[in-house]
């Protein structure tokens, strides 16, 4: 059974503001020593299991120079361009009705965020080899959950059924949405949660037959879709019909209704690299906490994130402070309110200044 991967590349990175911008996100960010950027990352953490050829990405047209550049050995027929934005379960089955077209229903499709990171890559392939193998045997949905080491509230959470487990996979009870922190501490006391890393696994036809289950309209419209793939009326019909479906999460949409889902335990180093902390798990520090780049100098500073150009930024006497220094926008943070920074670009498009977005 041919292994096939939906990229999904279509977000905006509002927390690395100022260097995630409307035209050049976080997924096209380098944040790491190698300077690949982070989807780079995920297109060769997956070659093991599936090559450039099957690899699917689901993008906005205004990313798609991007893709083109930073994927040059992408097909092009495998960009897949989203005429509005519809959340991830839309824009999962659009991925999955050209996954159809082109190989058929009898297709493994893995759907991966392209803004992750992962430590430990082949440990992440092994676990996707068996989420593969058992999204194989018959209608199974598959997830792939990471233990959890904190009580985290940024995070889904997917509660498991220990008792109840084919090959490594257990069977999902449910998923829960962010909780409280309260509500967390109980999570990660139980033994019987995972964080839910946005990391699916199953073959195409499975997750069409829920989406004609649970989300019939949109099902049909896929069916549409599907048809005009790869013929001149392809473009036509993907503007006419996708603007209409509901926009909505998978997991809304179908992960919690169904119950045919799985999932597999990673341990493999997973980060959603959802803000500018995570700079603090992905670079080391040095001796005074602080992780830096450009033109710095620090005096009496610790435990700071500094971001800089050539410009040089000189901090003295700061802690627990975020710096982002870009050509024509300062970030200047506290590190406890970090989640405060989509209020800035809120300001920004009440205030009408696009140009900072």
């Known amino acids: 059974m041919k292994n096939t991967a939906l990229i999904m590349a279509g977000g905006r990175?509002?927390?690395?503001?100022?260097?995630?911008?409307k035209n050049l996100p976080k997924q096209f960010l380098s944040l790491t020593s190698d300077g690949k950027t982070l989807i780079q990352l995920t297109v060769e953490r997956i070659l093991p299991l599936v090559g450039r050829e099957d690899m699917f990405i689901s993008t906005n047209e205004d990313y798609l120079p991007l893709v083109r550049q930073q994927l040059p050995d992408i097909p092009e027929e495998n960009i897949i361009c989203e005429p509005v934005s519809r959340n991830t379960a839309p824009g999962i089955g659009l991925g999955a009705a050209y996954i159809a077209k082109k190989y058929g229903e009898e297709t493994v499709m893995i759907v991966?965020?392209?803004?992750?990171?992962?430590?430990?890559?082949?440990?992440?392939?092994?676990?996707?080899?068996?989420?593969?193998?058992?999204?194989?045997?018959?209608?199974?949905?598959?997830?792939l959950g990471i233990t959890p080491d904190e009580a985290e509230t940024g995070y889904g959470y997917i509660k498991f059924r220990p008792d109840e487990m084919e090959d490594r996979g257990y069977r999902v009870d449910h998923f829960a949405e962010k909780p409280s922190l309260e509500l967390a501490k109980e999570y990660v006391s139980s033994d019987e949660y995972l964080w839910n890393s946005g990391i699916f696994v199953w073959k195409v036809s499975t997750i069409m037959k829920e989406f004609e289950r649970f989300m019939p309209d949109v099902h049909e419209g896929l069916s549409v879709i599907r048809d005009a793939v790869s013929t001149s009326q392809e473009e036509e019909i993907v503007r006419k019909i996708y603007p209409g479906f509901p926009s909505i999460s998978i997991d809304y949409g179908i992960m919690e209704k169904s119950d045919r889902i799985y999932t597999i335990p990673g341990n493999f180093g997973w980060d959603d690299v959802g803000s500018w902390l995570a700079i603090e798990r992905i670079q080391r520090s040095n001796e005074y906490g602080n992780i830096s780049s450009g033109n710095v100098i620090t005096v009496n500073t610790g435990n700071c994130i500094i971001q800089g150009r050539d410009k040089l930024i000189a901090m003295v006497g700061m802690e627990d402070t975020i710096v982002v220094d870009t050509e024509d926008a300062t970030l200047?943070?506290?590190?406890?309110?970090?989640?405060?920074?989509?209020?800035?670009l809120e300001n920004l498009k009440i205030c009408n200044r696009d140009e900072y977005l």
């Not at 990175?13 to 911008?21: A, M």
């Not at 200047?332 to 800035?344: E, L, P, R």
């Open 112 to 143: 991966l965020p392209s803004d992750h990171l992962i430590k430990y890559n082949q440990m992440f392939a092994a676990t996707l080899r068996d989420a593969v193998q058992l999204a194989e045997k018959g209608q199974n949905l598959v997830t």
């Open 332 to 344: 200047i943070c506290a590190k406890n309110s970090t989640a405060d920074i989509k209020k800035v």
């Open 13 to 21: 990175g509002e927390r690395f503001w100022p260097r995630s911008r």
